[in-house]
């Protein structure tokens, strides 16, 4: 047999971690890393944060599972607690990130049904998204490496240019449901959307009685500052997908939608068997208490500017780095072409102990967890200066 028992859809690196500590993963040998990818946006707490290990604990002790059939009380409870923190009216949890898009989708073409145009089922995404792996996701995107091979395609979606408002008025026909967008990019460069191009959405969406979907599966969840990214922008969507953050390493994520979004959905048109399980919902309230407690943002915005500045002031420093972009703690270093993103970021796991991910556009993808302090700063700024360096010093040899 060749194949391995895990099936090898992942590169896996060198780096085997079986434990974290705080903002720190250790492997196998015992070899320590600064971890600033985090689960790629996901371990906003950490490793290990006491809160959310007695919240696991004592729940799995009570009751970990139960089917959807019955009352939910922590589920209740869990999503009275994001409607009034937010603009949704309701909630539908779900395992991950891609389940939650694809309820957002079907949450959309739903309503156009109870509408009774059946016909309006168009989603209009844009160029660079990641919205997932699932069929229905991945016809969400232009991108071949996440399309090829698995065609034919769900039909009615169409890709236009990020950023491009006028792109994006020009794609819109009578068969259009809405807008599918993350309001910052995260794979596919750590790009923000423009105040202009998310307003515009939101404005078309308004005059032509479509649905703005927002996936703030990365970008959501206190990652930039704000509860969620939409915020900064004065902008609400609709209807908004939430994984990542919500969950803190715990599998979780959730549908937000406006009772008038969420009307064609009705008994019997959605369903799963583990979303909104009891062991979920107490994570999810762990978690929650943590991001909405006391100076939680304002740390995240403070420490998140300490580490953008300190990001820049390496530019005039090293040649390869370029520019600095993101919000908050979802920062991204874009790297000159004479450099490639996968290979340094590779260079400074293995070299220096500093974990980070790539992203589209020759982006190193700076994700920490949002509870890290000046010392993880300051630690991360010497490794990645002194990654830039050896870095370089080995393209030349």
Do not use: W
């Not at 009774?116 to 991945?138: Q, V």
Request: aromatic residues 8%; glycine residues 12%; negative net charge.
């Amino acid at each position: 047999m060749s194949i391995t028992p895990l099936m090898p859809v992942y590169p896996r690196c060198d780096v085997r971690p079986v434990r974290g500590e705080g903002c720190y993963l250790i492997g196998e040998r015992g070899e320590r890393y600064l971890d600033f990818a985090s689960g790629i946006a996901v371990n906003l707490l950490g490793h290990g944060h006491p809160k959310l290990v007695k919240a696991i604990a004592d729940q799995a002790a009570t009751l970990m599972h139960t089917s959807n059939l019955y009352g939910m009380p922590l589920g209740e409870k869990f999503a009275q607690r994001l409607v009034d923190s937010t603009f949704a009216d309701t909630v539908f949890f779900t395992n991950s990130g891609a389940e939650a898009v694809e309820c957002a989708i079907k949450t959309a073409r739903r309503y156009h049904y109870a509408n009774g145009e059946a016909h309006r089922h168009k989603i209009i995404s844009f160029d660079n998204a990641f919205h997932g792996r699932t069929l229905g996701t991945i016809s969400a995107t232009s991108q071949p490496k996440m399309r090829d091979g698995f065609e034919p395609l769900l039909p009615g979606f169409t890709v236009v240019p990020f950023n491009d408002l006028e792109a994006a008025a020009a794609a819109v026909d009578d068969n259009t449901a809405g807008f599918l967008v993350e309001t910052v990019q995260g794979e596919g460069g750590v790009t923000p959307a423009t105040q202009e191009f998310l307003s515009g959405l939101r404005q078309l969406c308004d005059e032509k009685g479509m649905l703005l979907i927002l996936d703030e599966v990365q970008c959501g969840y206190a990652r930039t500052g704000t509860f969620f990214a939409h915020e900064q922008y004065g902008v609400q969507p609709d209807i908004m997908a939430v994984a990542k953050g919500i969950g803190a390493g715990f599998p979780l994520g959730a549908c937000l939608a406006t009772e008038e979004a969420a009307k064609g959905m009705v008994f019997g048109t959605h369903g799963s068997t583990y979303g909104g399980n009891p062991l979920a919902m107490a994570v999810g309230m762990a978690v929650l208490d943590e991001v909405l407690g006391e100076g939680f943002l304002d740390h995240v915005n403070s420490i998140g500017a300490r580490l953008r500045s300190a990001l820049e002031q390496l530019i005039p420093n090293h040649d390869m780095f370029e520019d600095v972009r993101g919000l908050g703690l979802m920062l991204g270093v874009k790297l000159k072409d004479s450099a490639d993103a996968r290979n340094f970021v590779a260079h400074l796991r293995d070299n220096h102990g500093l974990l980070v991910v790539s992203a589209g556009q020759n982006v190193v993808r700076i994700l920490p967890p949002l509870v890290i302090g000046e010392e993880h700063v300051a630690e991360c700024i010497e490794k990645l200066s002194a990654g830039a360096r050896s870095f370089a010093e080995a393209q030349t040899a």
